[in-house]
């Protein structure tokens, strides 16, 4: 009997070691890697112990006297509840460990493996979290074009800024037609030879022009401060696209703008043309100085009569309050010369806008 007693009470010791260590370490584990908390030990039930009849010399058994039977019974009663008060002991322990480990893991900082985090969430090296957070709250920026997600359809939707590109009531371009004729007072032209820088705005070819030049009409006065090349023509007379158009920027003190459009069809090189392309930059936000000066009579028509009426801006932010003045005589550019700023711009115009009942007038 005490050898069977013996051979057990090792037994569970050596299990409630196992048990305490596995404990411990799966308990770091789950701290450090954030992995799900151990569950309760199971402890499963003592197994009944057989105490096989003493034999004798020759393998028969010894018949038991009543005192060793009863005595026998009772150390076994005794295993059962050193047993019991054993697994107590383990269940007690185990819950120890697990409460332990769930201060660890709310002292510990949480570790993510690198797939767990996806592009739009992953942190940055160096970033702090909350910054990257901020980040994802960012909207993508999409910066507008004349085609694709940019594209004029979206012009509205990708900035608020815009917004008029979307709701305004007198956008540009039109088609022109049905104007009234009308005495039309002429534009006055004050140009002088200038100096200028050619900028490739990454949308269009623009040529930025020093202060003098200017014109008057309806008895106000607008200084030219810059010009700009669109293929096709944007505007459209009576359902006539150009090859291409040169918009004329001017601006007066209040900062009202008028624009004049030159209209160009292919025909003869043009000297003026020809000098902004010889000084075109070679990369996209580029800008090319050029030591000279530039005539703007070039660029305008013998004829300088003209269609007027009330728009926006053709590109973003599609201002509105704009008086616009297209001559009704176009101006000649040679095929290369077209098919130069064609090679860079295939297709840089607005698509045509809703007239919406505007007032045209036109020079008798």
């Known amino acids: 009997m005490r050898s069977s007693t013996a051979s057990v009470l090792p037994l569970l010791c050596s299990l409630l070691c196992s048990l305490l260590i596995a404990a411990f370490f799966s308990g770091t584990t789950y701290a450090a890697e954030d992995s799900s908390p151990p569950s309760k030990p199971i402890v499963k039930d003592t197994l009944p112990i057989k105490i096989k009849p003493t034999e004798n010399a020759d393998g ?4 038991k006297s009543k005192s060793s039977a009863k005595s026998a019974a009772a150390q076994h009663d005794k295993e059962e509840m050193e047993a019991d008060e054993l697994a107590d002991k383990i269940a007690k322990k185990m819950a120890e460990l697990h409460k332990e480990n769930e201060r660890i893991k709310a002292q510990t900082p949480m570790v993510r493996h690198p797939r767990a985090a996806t592009s739009a969430s992953a942190v940055s090296p160096g970033m702090p979290h909350g910054a990257n957070l901020a980040a994802d709250n960012i909207m993508h920026f ?3 074009s004349y085609d694709g997600e940019g594209g ?3 012009w509205g939707k990708i900035d608020p800024a815009n917004a008029k590109c979307d709701t305004g009531e007198r956008q540009s371009p039109i088609d022109i037609r049905d104007g009234i004729r009308v005495d039309l007072e002429p534009v006055i032209f004050d140009y002088k030879p200038t100096r200028f820088n050619v900028v490739d705005t990454g949308h269009t070819i623009q040529v930025n022009l020093g202060a003098g030049s200017t014109i008057t009409i309806l008895g106000r006065r607008y200084e030219l401060t810059q010009f700009h090349f669109h293929k096709p ?3 459209r007379v009576n359902g006539r696209n150009y090859e291409m158009v040169a918009h004329l920027v001017h601006k007066d003190i209040d900062g009202k703008l008028v624009m004049l459009a030159v209209l160009i069809e292919q025909g003869k090189a043009n000297s003026l043309i020809q000098t902004i392309w010889n000084n075109m930059p070679l990369e996209k936000n580029d800008t090319v100085q050029p030591s000279g000066t530039i005539d ?3 660029i305008l028509p013998a004829n300088r009569q003209y269609y007027t009426y009330m728009g926006s801006l053709t590109t973003p932010p599609c201002t ?3 008086l ?3 001559f009704k005589e176009p101006i000649e550019a040679s095929q290369d010369q077209i098919s130069i700023f064609s090679r860079m711009y295939p ?4 698509p045509i806008q809703n007239s919406a009942g505007r007032l045209i007038k036109e020079s008798n």
């Open 60 to 63: 028969e058994s010894k018949p």
């Open 142 to 144: 999409v910066p507008w």
């Open 152 to 154: 004029p359809l979206r």
């Open 233 to 235: 023509s944007e505007e």
């Open 296 to 298: 703007m009579y070039q």
């Open 320 to 322: 509105e309050g704009v």
């Open 324 to 326: 616009w003045v297209v």
């Open 347 to 350: 297709m840089n115009a607005r």
